[in-house]
C-alpha cells in the first residue's frame, strides 16, 4: 500500500513538473527568439512570409508561427512521455530490488520487465513518426523532434539497462551461483 502511495505521489509530482514545463514554454515561446527560432526557422522568414499580424490568423506567418508552436508542445510532449516511461521502469525494477521472491523467480520475472526497458525506444519511435506529420507544416521543427525523440529514446532506454537492469542482474546471478555451491 505504501508504494502505490509512493508510485502515484511521483505520478502527480511528474503530471505538475511537466504541466510547469509547458506553461513555461509556451511563455517562453513568445519571449525568446532563440526558443522560437529552433522550431520556426530564421527571423529572416518573416520578411518573406509576411508579419505577424494579431488581426489576422489566416497570414502566412500566423499559420508558421502556430504550427512552431505546436511542433514545440509535441516536441515537449515526447520528451515528457519518455521521462514517465523512465520513471515508471525505475519503479518496477525497484520494486523487483525489494522483493522477497526466491533469486530463480526473480531473474524470471526481471526477464518479465524487459519491455519496461525499451519503452522510452518505443515513445522515441513515436516522436519520430510524429515528425514526419509535421514535415509538410514545419520542416525545420520536424528534424529537430525527428533526431532529438530518437536520440532521447536511445539515451533512456540505454541508462536503464546500463545503470539499473545490469546491476540488479548481475548481482541475482552470483547469488544464484552461490547458492547452487
Not at 107 to 115: P, Q, R, S, T, V
Request: one cysteine or more; glycine letters at 6%; a positive charge.
Amino acid at each position: 500500500m505504501k508504494r502505490k502511495v509512493g508510485f502515484i505521489l511521483g505520478l502527480v509530482l511528474l503530471a505538475v513538473v511537466c504541466a510547469a514545463i509547458f506553461f513555461a514554454l509556451d511563455y517562453a515561446f513568445d519571449r525568446n527568439d532563440f526558443l522560437r527560432q529552433m522550431f520556426n526557422g530564421p527571423a529572416s522568414r518573416s520578411q518573406v512570409l509576411g508579419q505577424l499580424s494579431p488581426d489576422d490568423p489566416n497570414t502566412i506567418a500566423n499559420r508558421e508561427t502556430l504550427m512552431a508552436r505546436i511542433s514545440m508542445f509535441l516536441f515537449a510532449g515526447v520528451t515528457m512521455m519518455q521521462i514517465f516511461a523512465l520513471y515508471v521502469a525505475a519503479h518496477v525494477l525497484g520494486n523487483l530490488r525489494k522483493s522477497s521472491e526466491p533469486v530463480k523467480i526473480r531473474l524470471k520475472l526481471l526477464e518479465n520487465a524487459d519491455i519496461f526497458l525499451d519503452v522510452p525506444l518505443y515513445i522515441g519511435l513515436f516522436g519520430t513518426v510524429s515528425s514526419f506529420l509535421v514535415m509538410t507544416y514545419s520542416p525545420t521543427s520536424s528534424r529537430l523532434i525527428a533526431y532529438s525523440s530518437t536520440l532521447i529514446g536511445i539515451i533512456f532506454s540505454l541508462a536503464l539497462r546500463l545503470l539499473l537492469n545490469y546491476p540488479l542482474r548481475r548481482k541475482w546471478i552470483s547469488e544464484l551461483d552461490g547458492e547452487a555451491k
